[in-house]
């Protein structure tokens, strides 16, 4: 079976899973209001990651690793060597983000991560794409625009020679690397994958949404009847994933139970009024599973008009209306490539606790199809919540967790 060893978030509300998790059961909200930012003449609502405290978490790992010398790296290189090539790098901030954030993770585990059983994932829709301005470029290498390239650095920076893989499939890229994962530990390959999914606020990004008036200035508000529209959030956040047999299993554990990926090729962004790829994605990760043992469903809520329509359908066509229905987008905004991860470690964490959490911003249920959102954090005693996710093209995908 396989199971989230560990996890970690750095995000607006914290840089662990645990302080991110408590922040988002208090009710915190980590999105703010900028005037100004990129000199774009709309203003726009988005959550950050703290520049400060990224760069002095990050001067911290990089001095303990440092530190460790004298042995070999799986490469077979002597790992004051590796540090020497390390310090000719200018890592951008989602690759510091990302080293920050699987180390850790990495605490309270015996994973070596530069052992050769040990595979990284990154899971990112933009990764340096704020390379394309040449203002914005001094320092870096040219190959950092490419995502493999990015992998390739966070990979090497914990002396990991295999080569890494990145999942880029927009919106659903988190969850479709988890699922990817699994199916890399069920191959025999690796005994622990580090998946990471990373993305952070760039004027491509902020842009590229405001070009199709997808933004809403204001804190964004899922499946309300005045929802306006999503916010952009940035933020990095890591799961480790092993295999352990049944009798392995111990009191608590979250099992990765399954997980599905359905296109419906609907359109390059709009989803599709039917449902349908989320639908099969739903139906496929519920086979053999009654609905009533879910604790909750922990949607996409982008808060824009049709992506929760569309939910709400796909949730019905799946018998899962009467299923508490949260939304973390309130908190963060949309983490776009780092959501399936970060979504999945907050939900499954709520899990452990018996609480189903609340969808911050919601005040007016609006959607067509009626779904119990839970606008109060709530306890259950149920052991398994779906994580559901959609994006640009028609993908979409669904994730079911079990405790143990």
């Known amino acids: 079976m396989t199971v989230l060893l560990n996890d970690n978030i750095v995000s607006a509300l914290g840089f662990t899973a645990e302080e991110n998790y408590r922040n988002v059961k208090q009710g915190v909200c980590g999105l703010k209001f900028f005037a100004d930012r990129y000199d774009l003449p709309e203003p726009f609502m988005a959550s950050e990651i703290d520049d400060v405290r990224l760069n002095e978490s990050f001067a911290g790992v990089s001095a303990g690793v440092s530190a460790v010398t004298g042995k070999k790296t799986m490469a077979g290189h002597d790992k004051a060597d590796v540090w020497k090539e390390k310090n000719k790098v200018k890592y951008s901030k989602l690759e510091k983000a990302a080293i920050v954030s699987v180390s850790e993770a990495l605490k309270g585990t015996n994973v070596d991560p530069s052992n050769g059983r040990v595979l990284f994932i990154l899971s990112t829709t933009k990764g340096n794409v704020f390379l394309l301005d040449e203002n914005e470029s001094q320092g870096y290498e040219r190959d950092q625009l490419l995502l493999c390239r990015s992998a390739e650095l966070i990979a090497r920076f914990f002396g990991n020679g295999n080569p890494p893989m990145v999942v880029s499939n927009a919106c659903i890229s988190g969850a479709s690397a988890m699922i990817t994962a699994q199916r890399e530990l069920r191959s025999g390959r690796f005994d622990y994958v580090i998946v990471t999914g990373a993305d952070v606020l760039s004027k491509f990004i902020v842009t590229g949404f405001q070009s199709f008036k997808a933004l809403s200035q204001n804190v964004c508000k899922p ?9 952009i959030g940035e933020a990095v956040a890591t799961a480790i994933m092993t295999e ?131 606008t109060e954090n709530r306890k259950t005693t149920k052991r398994r919540c779906i994580k559901m996710l959609s994006g640009f093209g028609g993908c979409n995908v669904a994730t079911l967790f079990t405790k143990y």
Request: net charge negative; aromatic share 4%.
């Open 244 to 374: 352990r047999s049944e009798n392995e299993l111990r009191n608590g554990d979250i099992e990765f139970t399954a997980g599905a990926v359905r296109n419906d090729a609907n359109h390059i962004s709009g989803p599709s009024r039917t449902g349908e790829g989320s639908c099969l994605a739903l139906r496929a990760v519920m086979k053999g599973i009654d609905p009533d043992e879910i604790a909750f469903v922990s949607a996409h809520g982008t808060a824009t008009l049709y992506n929760d329509e569309m939910e709400a359908v796909a949730l019905a066509r799946a018998g899962l209306h009467h299923v508490p229905v949260s939304g973390l987008k309130g908190y963060f905004g949309h983490t776009l490539g780092a959501a399936g991860v970060l979504e999945s470690v907050i939900s499954t964490r709520a899990l452990k606790d018996g609480i189903i959490l609340k969808t911050y911003g919601l005040e007016t249920p609006g959607v067509t199809n009626p779904l119990d959102i839970v």
């Open 223 to 231: 499946f309300d009847a005045n929802r306006a529209g999503l916010n």
